[in-house]
């Protein structure tokens, strides 16, 4: 049997380089995969029985995420250090893995028609298989027969003979046609009579409904056309580039892009690795940079040139610190310019993040950082007006990161929403009144939704007026073109900033700027 061609990690997948052509070459949902399917001859007692390396890191990666509620970006690591795969066999698991959780909901509409009874009946771990599978079989340039076997051989070693014949019956059905065909035959037409464009959009583009129907919202109501929803939702299924931020006196841009990285679009800070594994740098591995999406960099760099009023601004603060990435940009910032930076972190072991990120900043100049393992939500009653700029990177539900972290689109029900609200909205208020009159809060969220974004904002203003302390939104799209020439208006009258993955290459992040008044 011929060796298989193991795809880059892209496509539907995750981080990794660039594409390479061929007939089969990657493809995102709704892509399509050129012809030449071929079976093997190999004789049954010599197919493989336990399936390689590379695919049972992909498929406990997906378990993880499954059972424990695990983020892929943390386990996945992990678990190739244990399975010590390195090179093209941890690119193939990493893609495998990205893949399959990117494109669940249009591989999920492919197996339901192949299968007889509803999926919700099969064992999950079969479930699981199957999707990675379909993954090869669909979007990677892996031959069918290889796929094939080579899952049928995973499902025997990671979960038992028994289901073994299904998953060969399920896969060949699946091989017989490509992606396209397949969403021609299972989604939803988009147009003409008894069109459901979400529905459609659903399958075609793997993402939940009502996440299709959040981000249209979000949209319309950031000031654009609802005709980019496709777009948009096609940019979260695209394998996002590695940026690197360097920190402000403990490296420059040129150096990294003296070692292979290329200039990043808007943050003066960034580079963009095109291909290879970041921690191959030295300013990586040294702590002297790090990789951070150029939105959340362009998040801490708006706080940072906010215009203050009176004087002072030596006290910065990151209230929901962890795991600790803009809170190294705001360090080694503060260390420039003679500032000091609380980093408060809810989590004792993402507060133990937090002093990892922190640790190049500490031992350039001691004493500049304090980590501090505690609710931001007190902060404001515990340092009363103490502070001149203050962060808040809100939790949410990232529904402007899915191209990052494409479980949190399965993880996340509009239920989140309503229950997150009340946490965004005490700890917006906390760093107001942690804040002195004329310091300025940025309130942050990793999500475009309007509820976690605009409404939070617009709440706390009002409560604050109701109290009779008239709080001043600046405009943070002017800032953001003063600060990297990038437009992120939201429309007439509208003074938040909104990032897009398919405009600007950046994780959808909204930035609010408030300053209370002197």
């Known amino acids: 049997m011929p060796p298989e061609r193991r795809p880059r990690p892209d496509g539907p997948g995750g981080p990794g380089g660039p594409r390479r052509g061929g007939p089969r ?29 590379a695919r049972r890191v992909a498929f406990d ?90 899952t049928v051989a995973l499902v025997r070693g990671a979960v038992g003979a028994g289901p073994a014949g299904l998953v060969n019956a399920v896969l060949r059905r699946v091989s017989e046609h490509d992606l396209a065909t397949w969403l021609d035959r299972v989604a939803p037409p988009l147009t003409g009579p008894g069109a459901d464009p979400t529905a459609a959009l659903a399958v075609r583009e793997s993402h939940p409904a009502w996440v299709v129907r959040a981000l249209r919202e979000a949209l319309v109501l950031g000031g654009r056309p609802a005709s980019e929803l496709p777009d948009l939702l096609a940019a979260d299924n695209a394998r996002p580039l590695v940026a690197l931020a360097a920190l402000p006196g403990l490296t420059e841009v040129s150096e990294l892009l003296a070692a292979g990285a290329e200039p990043g679009r808007w943050s003066p800070v960034a580079a963009v690795l095109p291909d290879g594994d970041p921690s191959g740098l030295p300013a990586v591995r040294e702590a002297r940079a790090r990789v951070q999406d150029e ?31 803009k809170a190294a940009l705001l360090a080694a910032s503060a260390a420039q310019r003679g500032a000091e930076l609380l980093a408060v972190e809810v989590a004792p072991h993402r507060a133990q993040l937090v002093e990892q990120a922190l640790a190049g900043v500490v031992a350039a100049r001691p004493g500049s950082v304090e980590v ?35 479980e949190a689109r399965w993880r996340r029900t ?20 942690a804040v002195r009159p004329g310091g300025v809060v940025a309130y942050v969220t990793c999500s475009p939704h309007p509820a976690e974004a605009q409404a939070v904002v617009d709440d706390v203003v009002r409560r604050w007026a109701k109290d009779g302390e008239e709080l001043e939104v600046l405009d943070a799209p002017a800032v953001l073109r003063e600060l990297a020439g990038v437009d992120a208006g939201t429309g007439a009258g509208s003074l938040r900033a909104q990032l897009w993955p398919h405009l600007h290459g950046t994780d959808a992040m909204s930035i609010s700027l408030l300053r209370r008044p002197r």
Not at 117 to 138: E, I, K, S, T, W
Not at 376 to 399: E, F, H, K, N, Y
């Open 61 to 150: 990666v997906l378990r993880a995420v499954e059972e424990q509620d695990a983020y892929a970006n943390l386990v996945l690591p992990r678990l190739l250090r244990e399975a010590r795969l390195d090179g093209r066999d941890a690119a193939f698991a990493t893609e495998l893995a990205y893949g399959a959780l990117r494109g669940r909901g249009t591989y999920d509409a492919v197996l339901a028609a192949c299968v007889d009874r509803p999926l919700a009946q099969l064992d999950p771990p079969v479930l699981d298989a199957l999707r990675l599978g379909a993954h090869q079989l669909l979007a990677t340039r892996v031959a069918p027969h290889a796929a094939v076997s080579e």
């Open 295 to 325: 939105g959340s960099q362009l998040a801490a760099l708006a706080l940072l040139s906010a215009p203050l009023q009176g004087e002072g601004d030596t006290r910065w603060a990151d209230l929901c610190a962890g795991p600790g990435g």
């Open 414 to 433: 509009p239920a989140d929403l309503a229950a997150l609200a009340p946490l965004q909205r005490e700890l917006l208020s906390s760093a107001l009144e």
């Open 372 to 406: 501090l393992a505690g609710d931001g939500r007190t902060l404001g009653r515990d340092r009363p007006a103490a502070l001149d700029r203050v962060l808040v990177d809100a939790p949410c539900t990232g529904l402007g990161a899915l191209r990052r972290r494409p």
């Open 25 to 53: 070459g990657p493809q995102r949902p709704g892509g399509q995969r050129g012809p030449g399917r071929s079976w093997s001859a190999t004789a049954p007692s010599a197919r493989p029985r336990s399936g390689d390396p």
